[in-house]
């Protein structure tokens, strides 16, 4: 906490209110800084001070007068890439000082105190060709042999061989899978009167100076410690192409030259180099290049391309160190510290999942895509920050990285993301200057606490990348095996990248000069964020895989790391918290979706009943009501809920009153539902074909209601103990009236007043009442009216359970359209052809066989997830709705129109509905990536019935305007075109093996399948397991679907596919039926269950039992790990 330096001024600035304005000050920081009339500098006090301060200031290019020895080189303009200068040039001088402690101690006066002064410059062996091989054990003839066989040449051919680094051989291994996998393919204007043949000898030189790049690589037949070899020509080996039939457009040679150049990819053995020059209108002309990343990083890419331009010019160019010494110098490293130093740093690490958009319709799952963006404050006033912080800009943009992740993952306690490391913080000579890949890839683990200030979070993320550089030449391979982790899982799948390499340009404008035009260098993670310096600008370069984001994504997430970036420069305070918010332009459009349309309803005050009372001036003798044997006019069902109103009046009944209606599917029901209304009373339907103690518990809740029902559920009113004078039985009542009675509207009825409880099922196994107004019901009946727009004629089905308030939408969609409300009183298919419209849940819709049925025209399908294959034949025979809303936001509050080819999506909410998807804080979640679905708006019930504790949890105040919101549990996202698209049940989330895993993503990937017409995922004895219908589902080429579509820990372990899943009694999948059935046992192909076992696998054996805590019986020889848990 001791400042590293003090400035005296006259005064300091101050903003119009006043205060201190530290902009103004971090402004002037450069100036004061380098004007040493302006403030004392403490001088060095010995040789060691007097030679850091001198290196300092020659890296820093200035006056080492300037440099006080308590000055922090990062303060005075340092970054990590000038910290390997110094590093280099320090050890020239015999002052061994790493890169590592440069971060630590950062200013000469404590760098001078944790050295030994006096050692000699760094001397290094002469290198003899294949010593690096030979040290093995390796006949050098035999192996020259072989490979002079293996590449087509001569022995005398072979300059040299050697091993390749790690991260070379992982590039390697990807080219083996994919031929274009690390391709770096690069375009350039040429500017300048060219001469193409000089520029071809000087590319010649180039190639001939550096061993590197006469390099090509293969997988040695007989020598097994090496998975890959290196092997260097004499002569050069590269590809040039010049194109001089003069183009029109360099644009479109360049689209046509990356993509076949591209789909050429690269063998091992070469050539790993190719150029091609364009000639084009003008005397312009387009230079592409393209290398494999095992030959160079984009360090050693600036050097060779400026050194081709010295050749072109008669520019002589200084020898330097070839890029075997980097490779004897990996060969020697202790890894002790290694060791240690990553199994204290990942020790416990979290593993998270890979940032996934929502996917596209059929969207190709292996291609890359990239976009390009400016960040929105300047490079001098980044540098300014970063200088006044005391940070290097590739921590800052590390630590904005993490917090992206952080904010898109949902996380808040830690991330790992992967950082590009140049890897020549080695005391190799000459290092910083080398042509070859010394690049590496790590993982940083970054703690990312809500509470924690934002200065101090930066210091720990600059803190703990200065850390890495002691430890930064090992393999992620060796890294994962100390931290002992699994060597499949991915500790990271982003990537961040800060180029700020000097740009290849000549001083004089006569001579020719490479003008950068594109670039493509696609990595194998999912993300990378590529930043770079383009002239007074900082440039972000995202590449992503299409499987996990497309363009739309793409821009809110550069978006979002622009608004992290420019708030922290900003010099914003305060907490991470307050850091993690939505862009301005991102949070006015998820505003704007989320509050929906309004509509002012002419009818809003109506109660619910009127919507039925609207139509006997008009449509009295239209058929309201239709069973197997009966019909009923609008004016017939009027007259029956009258009669029973008046009787329930009669025994004392009144408004307000909550009344049960207990009954099976009939038309007692329905008249009977009326006439509470009608009499002011609360409606609560219960079915009759519900087990007792259900009812039971309801009843007794509802504390001594009225009952109403049908007399052939005498002996269930016994048994459930009901007083007989609070029962009424509607048929009774129906049979013994013999007048046409008329009802009065109580007076003192009104919207607010409840209009139903409808008890749902609850995860106590418990049932929840839900109580809705008259005022929320009106809205569902106005806005399903605008949305779905039912005509008179309509002959809707009446299926839903009396426990499933789509029994509402049903009643009142069809009265309020003046349509005929279908009793499903006989057999469903049979009803069904009675009909033209009906709800129906997926897994009901998927047995229908469509052209069975040509007189249904509308379909509203939900109450569990779409399945496009169950709708697809539908398509075009009927308007097929995705219709979503929990019981407790009155019936229904989102419903899309479905066509072919759509994303699966609910849409937009209904009028006077809001839809938030939120985190666990009640903050916006950025679009595209999941949160719970909240619903506000004119739809929310008044809670649970006598249950306090669990409407408290349930339903919270609205943070973003008036009311409240109900969590719904569910797990959703917006699409970039403001639609909402489910994921799932919160409490469907699960951790297997260190991973969060989606289940509903899973499901949704399955149903995706064709043929598949439901699915659901399930964890069972720590296994993953699949559940899918119908049973010929081809279970093998489901799974390869899978694999194609989702990452490795979300590939089910167990498929069982079944004819019909298990359904519960509203035609829902019944998840804990499935639950309940045992796995199936693998099968065991080789009878190797039926041997005698040995030793080893006895021991193995009660290892695995101990370790997993299994059922001793289920680890046999053919058992899978995996399956085992």
Request: with cysteine.
């Amino acid at each position: 906490m001791v400042p590293s330096a003090f400035f005296p001024l006259t005064e300091l600035p101050r903003n119009t209110n006043g205060k201190t304005d530290k902009r103004r000050l971090l402004g002037l920081l450069p100036s004061l800084i380098s004007n040493t009339s302006d403030r004392l500098v403490t001088a060095p006090e010995n040789e060691v001070q007097f030679l850091i301060v001198d290196t300092m200031a020659q890296v820093l290019n200035m006056s080492a007068f300037q440099i006080d020895i308590h000055d922090s080189f990062f303060n005075l303009g340092g970054d990590s890439l000038s910290a390997i200068r110094l590093s280099s040039l320090c050890r020239d001088h015999g002052i061994h000082v790493s890169i590592a402690q440069i971060f630590q101690y950062g200013t000469p006066a404590a760098l001078a105190g944790i050295i030994d002064f006096g050692s000699s410059p760094l001397v290094t062996m002469a290198y003899q060709p294949f010593e690096l091989v030979a040290s093995s054990g390796v006949v050098i003839e035999d192996l020259t042999a072989e490979i002079a066989t293996s590449l087509g040449v001569e022995t005398e051919a072979i300059e040299d061989i050697l091993p390749v680094s790690s991260l070379q051989q992982g590039f390697l291994v990807s080219t083996l899978k994919d031929p274009s996998a690390y391709m770096v393919q690069m375009t350039y204007d040429l500017t300048g009167r060219l001469d193409v043949a000089k520029l071809h000898q000087s590319w010649s030189q180039v190639v001939r100076s550096h061993q590197i790049l006469r390099t090509k690589f293969l997988v040695p037949t007989d020598q097994s410690q090496y998975a890959f070899l290196q092997v260097v020509l004499r002569d050069t080996d590269f590809e040039w192409t010049y194109h001089d039939q003069p183009l029109t457009s360099l644009d479109q040679a360049e689209h046509h030259h990356l993509a076949a150049d591209r789909a050429r990819g690269f063998t091992l053995s070469g050539p790993l180099l190719r150029f091609a020059v364009y000639r084009g209108p003008a005397g312009r002309h387009l230079f592409c290049t393209t290398f494999h990343h095992a030959l160079l990083d984009a360090w050693s890419e600036s050097i060779v391309m400026a050194e081709s331009l010295e050749y072109y010019h008669g520019v002589k160019t200084q020898p330097r160190p070839q890029y075997h010494e980097f490779i004897r110098h990996l060969t020697h490293i202790e890894q002790e510290g290694m060791v240690d130093f990553w199994r204290d740093n990942l020790d416990g690490v979290k593993l998270h999942p890979t940032i996934q958009f929502p996917r596209e319709y059929n969207a190709k799952p292996t291609e890359h895509g990239e976009i390009s963006h400016p960040v929105s404050t300047s490079l001098l006033a980044i540098k300014q920050f970063c200088r006044g912080m005391g940070l290097t800009v590739n921590s800052l943009l590390r630590a904005v990285w993490a917090l992206t992740l952080a904010r898109y993952l949902g996380e808040n306690e830690e991330v790992t993301l992967g950082v590009l490391v140049s890897g020549r913080n080695v005391p190799v000579p000459g290092i910083e200057g080398m042509v070859g890949m010394c690049i590496n890839t790590l993982p940083l683990r970054v703690r990312v606490d809500r509470n924690h200030t934002i200065t101090d979070f930066l210091r720990q993320v600059n803190a703990d990348s200065g850390a890495l550089t002691a430890y930064e030449q090992c393999s992620l391979v060796d890294i994962k095996r100390w931290a002992k982790l699994d060597a499949d899982s991915d500790l990271f799948n982003s990537l961040l990248v800060y180029d700020n390499y000097q740009t290849t340009t000549s001083a004089r404008t006569d001579q020719i000069n490479y003008v950068p035009r594109s670039g493509q260098n696609f990595t194998e993670y999912a993300y990378t964020a590529n930043f770079y310096d383009q002239d007074d600008m900082l440039m972000l370069n995202l590449s992503y895989q299409t499987r996990y984001c497309n363009p739309s994504y793409a821009h809110y997430l550069a978006h979002f790391i622009d608004h992290c970036l420019v708030a922290v420069v900003s010099g914003r305070t305060g907490t991470l918290g307050n850091l993690l918010t939505l862009p301005a332009a991102e949070q006015a459009l998820v505003s704007q979706w989320s509050n929906g349309i309004t509509i002012d309803f002419p009818q809003k005050d109506w109660l619910a009943h009127q919507f039925f009372t609207q139509h006997l001036a008009t449509r009295a003798d239209a058929i309201a009501l239709e069973s197997v044997t009966d019909q009923f006019t609008y004016a017939e069902v009027y007259h029956r809920a009258c009669a029973i109103a008046a009787a329930l009046h009669s025994q004392g009944a009144h408004c307000g009153d909550r009344v049960a209606l207990l009954f099976t599917r009939c038309p007692e029901f329905i008249f009977s539902y009326l006439a509470v209304l009608l009499l002011g009373g609360v409606c609560v339907p219960m079915d009759a074909n519900n087990a007792p103690d259900r009812l039971l518990y309801m009843v007794d809740l509802l504390d001594d209601p009225w009952v109403v029902t049908h007399s052939t559920t005498g002996d269930l009113v016994a048994e459930l103990g009901l007083m007989q004078e609070r029962v009424i039985y509607a048929d009774h009542i129906l049979t013994n009236s013999t007048q046409v009675v008329d009802v009065c509207l109580p007076l003192n009825h009104t919207p607010a007043s409840l209009a139903y409880i409808v008890f749902t099922s609850g995860t106590t196994g418990q049932p929840k009442g839900v109580q809705v107004t008259h005022r929320s019901l009106t809205n569902f009946i106005l806005a399903f009216s605008e949305r779905f727009q039912l005509l008179p004629d309509c002959r809707f089905l009446l299926i839903s359970n009396f426990s499933f308030d789509v029994l509402l939408l049903e009643i009142f969609g069809t009265f309020h359209a003046g349509g005929t409300l279908v009793l499903q009183d006989g057999q469903i298919l049979d009803d069904l052809h009675r009909i033209t419209a009906c709800f129906l849940v997926p897994s009901l819709l998927a047995a229908l066989e469509p052209t069975d049925h040509y007189n249904i025209t509308h379909l509203l399908v939900g109450g569990e997830a779409f399945l496009a294959s169950a709708a697809a034949e539908w398509f075009g025979r009927a308007r097929l709705y995705n219709a979503y809303g929990p019981t407790e936001a009155t019936i229904l509050s989102h419903g899309r129109l479905m066509r072919p080819g759509d994303n699966i999506t609910i849409g937009t909410t209904m009028a006077n509905i809001q839809c938030y998807i939120l985190d666990d804080q009640l903050h916006p979640v950025p679009i595209g990536r999941p949160g719970e679905i909240c619903i506000g708006g004119a739809g929310v019930a008044e809670g649970y019935w006598r249950r306090p504790e669990l409407t408290y949890q349930a339903f919270v105040g609205n943070p973003f305007g008036p009311g409240r919101l109900y969590r719904t549990g569910d797990l959703g996202c917006w699409l970039a075109n403001g639609e909402v698209q489910v994921l799932g049940r919160k409490d469907f989330q699960v951790k297997l093996r260190g991973f969060r895993i989606e289940l509903g993503e899973i499901e949704s990937t399955c149903q995706a399948f064709p043929g598949v017409a439901n699915a659901v995922a399930l964890v069972k004895d720590k296994c993953l397991a699949v559940y899918v219908s119908p049973s010929d589902v081809k279970v093998e080429a489901l799974k390869e679907h899978i694999t194609a579509k989702l990452p490795h820990y979300m590939v089910p372990e167990v498929m069982v596919s079944m004819e019909i899943l298990p359904l519960t009694s509203i035609g829902k999948v019944d998840r804990r039926a499935l639950q309940a059935l045992p796995l199936p046992q693998e099968p065991d192909l080789d009878g190797s269950d039926d041997l005698p076992v040995s030793k080893t696998f006895a021991t193995l054996r009660r290892a695995l039992i101990e370790t997993l805590n299994v059922d001793p019986a289920r680890v046999v020889p053919s058992a899978s790990f995996l399956r085992l848990g």
